[in-house]
């Protein structure tokens, strides 16, 4: 083979016999083809996540037993129930539920929002960095949901804590201990599923974008 | 619906355009050669797509380690383009419109059935030209096995530089600077030279 150089082989590349495969009829049955799209894949992956993280949410925060479940286990800690528990309790309650509907639907309306500003005619960077922005609004949700169950949990245990102390309700140190450690353990197993997923999914969803934001970033580094 | 002028049973004139076409439908004459014309929005868009199929088969091919892989990805580039056909309608160039939407398909939306190669598998690409013994055919056939030995980003530089778009396009499709582009096309041209020689 002589020398190769590619611009000599421009024309070559360019008039290489490409046949025309397609007719007519066979490009419009294409248009009723189902689509293998890996945007589409993130999507209902992600609807499927924000439902579920929702659902969740809403059904912890929502009903109206778990306070007196709560405060069921609270008794037999040896605290008395009264009015003021009740109230302090319920407002704790009140905030929570409040603040995760008004997380929810801002977040609604930015899923959608970043969804549709993914485009297939924008230029690479930008259409690669759209997608990876609307997985990040989803993970952000997650993130921010792991966070409520942190602060739900938290104000829970300071408010028992402040019962016993208020009541001083004599107690064995291994209940204090054990109620704590019990808080603990759950919302901590609670973080780790949530976080293992969100590595795991995000991960894999995401390491093929970034590969190829990283080969434009590269690019766009490199020395002049 | 628009006011073409008709020259022969598949040619019209439209805005100073000729335009072979077997998908107009004709509403009512006006005078002359003139007519009211019905263009269906699918078979206008089945018409481009065939115009320009070249383009799609070259990326197809580029972006696929084989024969089902290619023929998928070509119909996932179609619906794409027509899923975005609206938008794209006057707004750009068709070949950036066609450019972005294959390179975006291939390389960010296309999920493969077959498991990729290794990048230095170098056989895999042989089968395209089987059957052609021609010179030029086996060059083409190398060439192309060795730019699929390169990353994503590099293949589109190099197929938009051998198509022969300007820097400034091949920059804007890919949202890099020109001058990047242009720095990092000379040094592939080293790469390709290399690899070319090596396996000739």
């Known amino acids: ?224 | 619906m628009i006011i073409g002028k008709l020259v022969s049973k598949r040619i019209l004139i439209i805005h100073f355009q000729i335009i072979k076409f077997s998908n107009f439908q004709i509403i009512s004459y006006l005078r002359g050669n003139y007519y009211i014309i019905l263009i269906s929005k699918e078979k206008e868009f089945a018409q481009l797509i065939k115009d320009n199929q070249g383009l799609i088969i070259k990326v197809s091919r580029l972006y696929t380690n084989s024969l089902e892989d290619e023929e998928d990805l070509f119909q996932e580039i179609v619906l794409q383009l027509w899923r975005s056909y609206d938008s794209f309608k006057g707004n750009s160039k068709i070949s950036t419109w066609m450019y972005r939407v294959a390179l975006n398909t291939a390389i960010t939306l296309f999920r493969k059935k077959s498991k990729s190669l290794p990048t230095n598998e170098l056989d895999i690409n042989h089968r395209d030209f089987i059957e052609d013994d021609d010179d030029k055919q086996q060059q083409i056939s190398l060439l192309y096995t060795v730019i699929k030995t390169l990353p994503n980003v590099e293949r589109a530089i190099v197929m938009m530089y051998l198509d022969d778009l300007p820097y400034k396009d091949i920059a804007e499709n890919l949202g890099i600077t020109e001058v990047n582009a242009r720095v990092k096309m000379n040094r592939l041209k080293k790469v390709l030279k290399e690899k070319m020689e090596k396996h000739a």
């Not at chain 1, 009829?25 to 083809?33: G, S």
């Open chain 1, 1 to 224: 083979m002589p020398e190769f150089d590619l611009d000599s082989f421009k024309k070559t590349w360019q008039e290489q016999p490409v046949e025309p495969k397609y007719d007519n009829a066979e490009i419009l049955q294409m248009l009723n083809k189902k689509s293998r799209n890996y945007v589409k894949y993130i999507f209902w992956i992600s609807v499927i996540e924000f439902v579920l993280f929702t659902a969740f949410g809403l059904f912890y925060i929502l009903q109206n037993k778990e306070s007196n479940t709560f405060l069921t286990s609270l008794q037999k800690l040896g605290v008395e129930k009264n009015e003021q528990m009740q109230d302090i309790l319920d407002n704790i309650y009140l905030i929570i539920k409040i603040f995760t509907l008004l997380i929810t639907g801002y977040f609604v309306i930015k899923f959608y929002k970043n969804y549709r500003k993914i485009k297939v005619e924008e230029d690479l960077k930008e259409f690669i960095s759209r997608i990876i922005k609307f997985k990040k609004t989803v993970n952000a949700f997650i993130l921010i949901n792991i966070l409520i169950v942190v602060v739900f949990t938290s104000a829970l245990t300071i408010f028992g804590i402040y019962a016993i102390q208020k009541q001083n309700t004599e107690l064995a140190s291994s209940s204090i201990v054990a109620f704590i450690i019990s808080f603990i353990i759950s919302t901590v197993l609670c973080i780790v599923l949530i976080w293992a997923y969100y590595r795991l999914v995000y991960g894999i969803l995401i390491k093929r974008l970034d590969k190829n934001l990283t080969q434009l970033k590269e690019i766009d580094a490199q020395e002049k």
